[in-house]
């Protein structure tokens, strides 16, 4: 049974910085690459990031870039997402995903499965 595992959230200060967890389970971690997405209120589920079976090659939204890194742990099924310089925008339930890459920044969610997510709130 695949499951994600997501923790890290909470209510942070426009320009604060917030470190994702994200727990894999039931499927080979180590032959998947690995995403975080986000959706916000009355917004459709958007990728934000995702890295490699490797961890050498990662993508990022436009919107994140050079504010947010994603990592990856393969000895723990792990993968992180560093958010700094965070903005009221970046407010958004956000989920981890095992994901298949169709190209060089195109990925498809490869297994249907979502955990619950964690909350991400930036405001004052």
């Known amino acids: 049974q695949v499951q994600f595992v997501e923790s890290g959230g909470g209510l942070v200060q426009p320009g604060g910085s917030l470190r994702l967890s994200c727990a894999a389970s039931?499927?080979?971690?180590?032959?998947?690459?690995m995403s975080w997405y986000r959706q916000a209120p009355g917004k459709e589920r958007e990728l934000v990031a995702a890295?490699?079976?490797?961890?050498?090659?990662?993508t990022y939204a436009d919107s994140v870039k050079g504010r947010f890194t994603i990592s990856r742990d393969s000895a723990k099924n792990t993968v992180y997402l560093q958010m700094n310089s965070l903005k009221p925008e970046d407010t958004a339930v956000y989920y981890c995903?095992?994901?298949?890459?169709?190209?060089?920044?195109?990925?498809?969610?490869?297994?249907?499965?979502w955990g619950q997510g964690t909350q991400v709130t930036v405001s004052s």
């Open positions: 995903a095992a994901v298949v890459r169709l190209g060089a920044s195109d990925y498809v969610e490869a297994f249907g499965s």
């Open positions: 039931g499927f080979t971690f180590n032959s998947y690459a």
């Open positions: 890295v490699t079976t490797l961890g050498d090659d990662m």
